[in-house]
């Protein structure tokens, strides 16, 4: 299983980007895996990994509290896709946007599965 990331980039505070995330693998195309929940995380040069949002296989969302009503999670469980809309970005969001997954293999057996990483840089 794989967790390919794009749509990172430069730009200025109060700009938007949109993030995707596509999960590849036979286990998951084949249907025989099935995803749990997918979130964004972000870690900003010398700080850890924070998570940012998560959307569970209903559509659920969950945000943490310094997203403010400016992020939207999002997925299309038919692409086995997540989408992180981003809003009035501030200098502070900078940061690598990593895509993860929660998927479970078995009835015993759930994994944890982590993209590469997306640069997001918000210019002051």
């Known amino acids: 299983v794989q967790l390919v990331e794009s749509g990172g980039g430069l730009v200025e505070a109060g700009g938007s980007l949109s993030l995707s995330c596509v999960t590849s693998?036979?286990?998951?195309?084949?249907?025989?895996?099935?995803?749990?929940?997918m979130s964004w995380y972000r870690q900003a040069p010398g700080k850890g990994r924070e998570l940012v949002a998560t959307?569970?296989?209903?559509?659920?969302?969950t945000y943490a509290d310094f997203v403010s009503g400016r992020f939207t999670i999002s997925r299309d469980n038919a692409k086995n896709t997540v989408y992180l809309q981003m809003n009035s970005l501030k200098p502070e969001d900078t940061a690598v946007y990593y895509c993860?997954?929660?998927?479970?293999?078995?009835?015993?057996?759930?994994?944890?599965?982590w993209g590469q990483g997306t640069l997001v840089t918000v210019s002051s």
């Open positions: 993860n997954a929660r998927i479970r293999i078995n009835s015993l057996q759930t994994i944890n599965v």
């Open positions: 693998g036979s286990g998951v195309t084949g249907g025989e895996f099935r995803i749990i929940d």
């Open positions: 959307i569970n296989s209903q559509g659920t969302s």
